[in-house]
C-alpha cells in the first residue's frame, strides 16, 4: 500500500513518521509545494521543533517514509491521500476573519482528480468547517475522471510539543465517512492502518459530519477551559484570591478535571481560535446567533487577557512605557515547540512598540520564527541568550512557560536590570515571592502581585 500525504507541516510530517514507523510495510510519501521545507525534512535541520521527532524520523525515512515535492507522480501511484495542508482564517471577502480559507484544500482536490490512476481514499486531515468532505467530493467528482473517491474525515488532535506521544498514544482515533457500502469500506481501510497500533477500541468510527464536527467541538471546548480559568483570574486580581489557589480547588472535582485550568496570558496557536472561529461562522449560517455569540466570547475573552496584561504593564509602569526596556522571555504559543501562530507574544511585542518601547526577544527555538513574523521593525531586536536579553531592561515578561525560564538565575538578570526592575510573569510559571525577595517587582496573573517601591495595584 501507498500512502501520500500532501503538506508537510505541523501535522503531516510528524503524523507521518509516526506511522511509517508503526506500518513498515506501508510506503508513504510526503509531499508539498515547499522545495525550502522538504529540504529541511530531508537534511538533520527539521522544518519543525517538535520533542521525539527526529528519533522517530529517523527509524523510517529512506526506508519507507519519503519526502518530496511530486505531488503528481506520488498521486499517480497512491491508494490513500492524506490532506494536511493549511487552512488559514480568510483574510479578504465574505466571512473574512471568521471562515476557512479553503484555497489550499480546493486545489489539493482538484490536484488529486487530476492525477489520480486509480479508485482513492482521500482522508481529510486538517481542521476545516464542517461539510468541507462534501465540497471535496463534490470537486473530486466533477469533470471527466472515471475513478471513485472516498472521502473521510479523520481529524489530527496531536498538540504540539507532545505531538509524538499524542501520536503514539491518541485518547481516540477518529474517522468519519459516508454510511454507504464504499464509505464503510474505506473507513476500515484506515482503521486497520491505525491498528497497527491503537487499540481497536480507540479507534471511533462516525458519519462524516460528527466527525468534522467533533474537531471544532473539542477545541472550542478545550478553549473554553483556558477563558474561563482567565475570566477569574480577572476576578483573583481584584480580589484576594489566587487563581492557582482556584483552579487546583476546582480540578479536583474529578467530574471537571485538571487539565487546561491553567490561566495565562491567553491561548495561541493555528487551532483554537480558527477552529471557534469556524465554529461561530457556522452558527451564524444556520441562524444559530445564541450559540454564535456563546462560543465567539471564549475568543473576546482570550482577546481581553492580552490586552489587559498590557495595560497592567503600562499602569504599574508609571503610565507610560515609551522608551523603556522591555525583555521578552519566549515567543512560542506555547512550551516545546516553535510555533509562533496566532502567539499571544506576537500581539503583546506589536503593542509595546506601538507605545515606542524598546523590545528585545528571546526564545530557545523559536526566534527564526519570530523574525519572519515580526521583520525588522524600529526598537526591535533578537537575542537568544537570556541573560543578554534582560540586560538594562526595564522590564522582562515571561510570555512563554519554557521549563529553562524557570530555573534562570534572576538574581543575575536583577543586577544586570535598570531600577526599579518589573518583572510580568504571563505564565505564573516562577517562584513570585523569592524573586520579589532578590528586589523585582512581581506581577503575574490573577494572584497577588508583589511590589518593592510601588503603591499595590
Ligand atoms: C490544540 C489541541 O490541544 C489539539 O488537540 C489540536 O489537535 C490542536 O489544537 P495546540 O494548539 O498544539 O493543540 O496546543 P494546546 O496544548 O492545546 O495549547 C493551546 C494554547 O492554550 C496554548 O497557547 C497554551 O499555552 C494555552 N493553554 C493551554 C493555557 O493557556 N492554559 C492551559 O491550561 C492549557
Ligand atoms: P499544519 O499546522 O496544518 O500542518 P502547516 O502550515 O505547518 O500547517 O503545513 C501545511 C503545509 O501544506 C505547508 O508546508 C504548505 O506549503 C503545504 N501546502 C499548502 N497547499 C499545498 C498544496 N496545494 N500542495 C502541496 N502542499 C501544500
Known amino acids: 500500500m501507498k500512502i501520500v500525504c500532501i503538506?508537510?507541516?505541523?501535522?503531516?510530517?510528524?503524523?507521518?513518521?509516526?506511522?511509517?514507523?508503526?506500518?513498515?510495510?506501508?510506503?508513504i510519501e510526503v509531499v508539498d509545494l515547499s522545495q525550502e521545507r522538504i529540504n529541511a525534512w530531508n537534511s538533520d535541520f527539521l522544518p519543525?521543533?517538535?520533542?521525539?521527532?527526529?528519533?522517530?524520523?529517523?527509524?523510517?525515512?529512506?526506508?519507507?517514509?519519503?519526502?518530496?515535492?511530486?505531488?503528481?507522480?506520488?498521486?499517480?501511484?497512491?491508494?490513500?491521500?492524506?490532506?494536511?495542508?493549511?487552512?488559514?482564517?480568510?483574510t479578504f471577502g465574505k466571512g473574512a476573519g471568521k471562515a476557512?480559507?479553503?484555497?489550499?484544500?480546493?486545489?489539493?482536490?482538484?490536484?488529486?482528480?487530476?492525477?489520480?490512476?486509480?479508485?482513492?481514499?482521500?482522508?481529510?486531515?486538517?481542521?476545516?468547517?464542517?461539510?468541507?468532505?462534501?465540497?471535496?467530493?463534490?470537486?473530486?467528482?466533477?469533470?471527466?475522471?472515471?475513478?471513485?473517491?472516498?472521502?473521510?474525515?479523520?481529524p489530527e488532535f496531536l498538540a504540539e510539543g507532545t505531538a509524538i506521544q499524542d501520536l503514539l498514544v491518541p485518547d481516540r482515533v477518529l474517522i468519519g465517512g459516508r454510511q454507504t457500502e464504499s464509505g464503510i469500506v474505506a473507513i476500515e481501510k484506515l482503521a486497520d492502518l491505525y491498528a497497527h497500533w491503537v487499540p481497536r477500541e480507540r479507534i471511533l468510527r462516525t458519519n462524516t459530519w460528527s466527525s468534522e464536527l467533533s474537531k471544532l467541538a473539542s477545541n472550542a471546548f478545550l478553549a473554553q477551559r483556558v477563558s474561563s480559568i482567565n475570566a477569574i483570574s480577572q476576578l483573583c486580581e481584584e480580589t484576594e484570591a489566587d487563581v492557582g489557589e482556584v483552579s487546583k480547588a476546582i480540578g479536583m472535582d474529578e467530574r471537571i478535571g485538571s487539565k487546561f485550568l491553567n490561566s495565562s496570558i491567553g491561548f495561541g496557536g493555528s487551532c483554537f481560535k480558527k477552529d471557534i472561529l469556524n465554529l461561530v461562522y457556522l452558527c451564524r449560517q444556520y441562524g444559530l446567533n445564541e450559540a454564535a455569540d456563546y462560543w465567539d466570547q471564549v475568543v473576546?475573552?482570550?482577546d481581553h487577557q492580552k490586552d489587559r496584561f498590557i495595560d497592567k504593564m503600562i499602569k504599574t509602569m508609571f503610565n507610560t512605557i515609551s522608551g523603556k526596556k522591555v525583555a521578552i522571555l519566549g515567543f512560542a504559543f506555547k512550551a516545546d515547540t516553535g510555533d509562533t501562530r496566532e502567539s499571544p507574544a506576537d500581539y503583546v511585542v506589536k503593542q509595546l512598540l506601538e507605545e515606542h518601547c524598546e523590545v528585545t526577544i528571546s526564545d530557545p527555538e523559536a526566534l527564526e520564527n519570530a523574525k519572519k513574523d515580526l521583520g525588522e521593525r524600529k526598537n526591535l531586536s533578537f537575542e537568544k541568550d537570556p541573560y543578554l536579553a534582560c540586560e538594562g531592561a526595564d522590564a522582562t515578561v515571561i510570555m512563554t512557560e519554557w521549563q529553562a525560564y524557570k530555573s534562570l538565575n534572576f538574581e543575575k538578570i536583577y543586577t544586570s536590570m535598570r531600577k526599579p526592575a518589573f518583572l510580568f510573569d504571563g505564565r505564573n510559571i516562577l517562584d513570585h515571592l523569592s524573586i520579589h525577595q532578590l528586589g523585582f517587582n512581581v506581577f503575574p496573573i490573577g494572584k497577588p502581585s508583589y511590589v518593592h517601591e510601588l503603591k499595590k495595584v
Open 7 to 27: 503538506g508537510a507541516g505541523y501535522v503531516g510530517g510528524p503524523t507521518m513518521s509516526v506511522i511509517a514507523s508503526k506500518c513498515p510495510n506501508v510506503i
Open 48 to 90: 519543525i521543533y517538535e520533542p521525539g521527532l527526529s528519533d522517530i524520523l529517523k527509524e523510517s525515512i529512506g526506508r519507507n517514509l519519503f519526502f518530496s515535492t511530486q505531488i503528481e507522480e506520488a498521486i499517480e501511484q497512491a491508494d490513500i491521500v492524506f490532506v494536511s495542508v493549511n487552512t488559514p482564517t480568510k
Open 100 to 154: 476557512a480559507n479553503l484555497e489550499y484544500i480546493e486545489k489539493c482536490a482538484r490536484t488529486i482528480r487530476q492525477y489520480a490512476k486509480k479508485d482513492l481514499i482521500v482522508v481529510e486531515k486538517s481542521t476545516l468547517p464542517v461539510r468541507t468532505a462534501e465540497a471535496m467530493e463534490k470537486i473530486l467528482h466533477s469533470g471527466e475522471s472515471p475513478y471513485h473517491f472516498e472521502v473521510l474525515s479523520n
Open 300 to 302: 473576546i475573552m482570550n
